[in-house]
């Protein structure tokens, strides 16, 4: 039996962004990727950086919104996955913003081919992947519990 490949280790951040308008119920933002996935805007630390930095930074650069209010943390979720043949452990830590104007608009020289608000429900429906509709559902609860503005 061969030895399993030790992988290598990626750190990212990321946020849910959420919005409310003239009291409705709050829209989350999602990004899709170039592979036509829903998701949630992330990116890697740069050095030196704290990860809640990273978040606000890696979202304002995927998004265009630049008026973000950094919540605190939802959530860490890590997954193994395979680029170029080498086998990458990526975790990645969430933070809840809010984000009150602005039109978000998608980083398309990093693969980003729409930015789109949905309500709370659809948003859920929409995500592509597991671990970031359980970050999403979990954003969901903590805006909730934050109530009006």
Known sequence: MGERPTPIEETSAGGVVFRRR????P??????DSYRNWGLPK????AGEAAAEAALREV???????????????QEIDWFFRFRRRLIHKTCVFYLMES???????????????????????????V????????LSRAGTLVAARGEP
């Open 22 to 25: 003239n009291g409705d119920q």
């Open 27 to 32: 829209a989350f933002l999602l990004i899709r």
């Open 43 to 46: 990116g890697h630390l740069e």
């Open 60 to 74: 304002g650069e995927e998004t265009g919104l630049s008026d973000l209010v950094l919540h605190g943390p939802i």
């Open 100 to 126: 009150a104007s602005g039109e978000a608009c998608p980083q398309r020289d990093e693969g980003i081919t729409a930015c789109r608000w949905l309500p709370f429900e659809a948003a859920l429906k929409a």
């Open 128 to 135: 592509s992947y597991a671990n970031a509709r359980e970050v």
